[in-house]
């Protein structure tokens, strides 16, 4: 089940890491910025603020009135996930839109991948492995993480993907071969 998780973790990783490249501005650097931007996100709200970086209303008004400017690391960290969480939503939304209609998106990952019996060169090892995914698995993927899907659904969407377009080839002559994804290394999702 860890394993699991944190191969779910790397493909999250790597969508935030695609839509923050689509970025047209950089995001708020400094504690106060940040604050001041989440506000407006909230409406004026500093307790919803405060609510969601899990620190005291006196807290965030302190950041906004430029008292405190040193964030400890939990809430540098909490303010740089949810400023990015919430920067530039549209950017987000048409690239979101664009790879799930018509671009789709490229999958590079060094994980395990095994497909045929031990002894083989079809036989399951650690492989490099870079693919243009088309529009409906991306769409499938995109899907799955919006609706909060589980471990295993994400990391099977992410699976099938790969093993449709480089192992299958588009469901050529290897159309029925199951493949196993396992052991995420490292994974970069670009739309």
């Given at each position: 089940m860890k394993r699991?998780?944190?191969?779910?973790?790397?493909?999250?990783?790597?969508?935030?890491?695609a839509e923050r490249a689509l970025f047209t501005r950089p995001v708020p650097k400094s504690a106060r910025a940040r604050m001041k931007f989440l506000r407006t996100r909230e409406k004026g709200s500093t307790q919803k603020v405060a609510a969601r970086l899990g620190v005291s209303p006196r807290t965030v008004?302190?950041?906004?009135?430029?008292?405190?400017?040193?964030?400890?690391?939990?809430l540098?960290?909490?303010?740089a996930q949810e400023t990015e969480s919430e920067w530039q939503p549209q950017?987000?939304?048409?690239?979101?839109?664009?790879?799930?209609?018509?671009?789709?998106?490229?999958i590079s990952c060094r994980a395990f991948f095994g497909f045929g019996p031990e002894g083989t060169s079809?036989?399951?090892?650690?492989?490099?492995?870079?693919?243009?995914?088309?529009a409906h698995h991306a769409a499938a993927i995109l899907a799955a993480q919006e609706h909060g899907a589980t471990d295993s659904d994400l990391q099977a969407a992410v699976a099938e993907a790969i093993?449709?377009?480089?192992?299958?080839q588009g469901g050529g002559g290897r159309a029925g071969l199951e493949v196993r994804f396992s052991d995420v290394e490292w994974l970069n999702i670009k739309f």
């Open positions: 699991a998780a944190r191969t779910r973790a790397k493909i999250l990783d790597g969508i935030a890491r008004q302190r950041y906004l009135a430029g008292a405190s400017t040193t964030p400890n690391k939990r540098r960290q909490a303010l950017v987000r939304a048409h690239a979101r839109q664009s790879a799930a209609s018509s671009g789709g998106m490229v079809d036989a399951g090892r650690v492989r490099d492995i870079m693919v243009a995914v088309p093993a449709d377009v480089y192992f299958r």
